[in-house]
């Protein structure tokens, strides 16, 4: 789905990350971990042809075979969905006018939705479970009830690979577990899910892939099963975990000296 070639990232002068190469295949769902500031959100961007890398013109970043820079907008939007961790702008709309905006790319006429649109609409409604805010102006939700109608736009867009900039921010427990069900599922379906993440335990739950960026554009990426340990969790995050787990550390054993 996503094939990324030598790819050199800078924001704006910090080194995010130097010779990345890396493929990502359908039906795999990756998190994107790291300390705040690491460049999260500007690999996400380069990932969705928001950003162009900096360096060479040996890096590049091709969507199914075909490099990001030759897809029209339009065709790339029916491709590629990117959850945005902020919001340019104000909808003055209500919630089902703002989710149909989805259909956008899809779209066939200049002259209102096809039946069709209106279907995928409703689904994503009842799937995002915002029927009863569906005719409230987007403006009125709260900020778990909007973060679901962004995400219930992205499911209108039918893309076949999913960017999300902290899908989780605002939502509650029980709607953070539907969110990542939902993405496990649509991966299970063969689309590609890519997404920030910032609790290890929805990441080793529910990604079978982890891309981790430490410092000084150092990346390393491979199966959940084989990153998310202790070692590469502290390096990372550069605290313990037994502080974060809030477990006492264990006595020096006696006869070896070194802490179990």
């Known amino acids: ?20 190469n890396l493929t990502v295949n359908p039906g795999e769902c990756w998190a994107i971990l790291g300390r705040n500031g690491c460049g999260k959100t500007t690999l996400l961007h380069a990932l969705g042809g928001l950003r162009q890398g900096n360096g060479d013109n040996q890096s590049s970043i091709s969507l199914r075979g075909k490099l990001l820079e030759t897809w029209s907008r339009r065709e790339l939007a029916r491709h590629t969905g990117m959850l945005l961790q902020e919001e340019p702008g104000e909808f003055w709309g209500n919630v089902r006018e703002y989710i149909l905006l989805g259909r956008h790319p899809h779209a066939d006429t200049l002259f209102g939705w096809l039946p069709s649109d209106e ?3 409703f689904s994503v409604i009842e799937r995002m479970e915002l029927a009863g805010v569906a005719h409230r102006p987007l403006s009125t939700l709260s900020g778990g009830e909007r ?13 076949q690979c999913y960017l999300l900039d902290e899908p989780l921010q605002h939502l509650d427990l029980r709607h953070q577990l539907g969110v990542m069900q939902l993405f496990k599922e649509l991966g299970r379906q063969g689309n590609t899910v890519m997404m ?3 609790d290890i335990g929805w990441a080793r739950r529910f990604c079978d892939h982890v891309l981790m960026i430490f410092d000084e554009g150092h990346i390393i990426a491979g199966t959940a099963e084989d990153l998310l340990n202790r070692e590469n969790l502290e390096a990372l995050y550069q605290c313990s975990m037994d502080e974060f787990l809030g477990e006492p550390k264990r006595q020096a054993s006696p006869r070896s000296g070194c802490s179990v």
């Open 1 to 20: 789905m996503l094939k990324i070639m030598n790819l050199m990232l800078k924001y704006p002068d910090k080194l995010i990350c130097h010779n990345l």
């Open 119 to 121: 279907d995928i609409a």
């Open 147 to 159: 973060q679901r109608a962004r995400i219930a736009l992205l499911l209108a867009q039918s893309p």
């Open 196 to 198: 920030v993440l910032h």
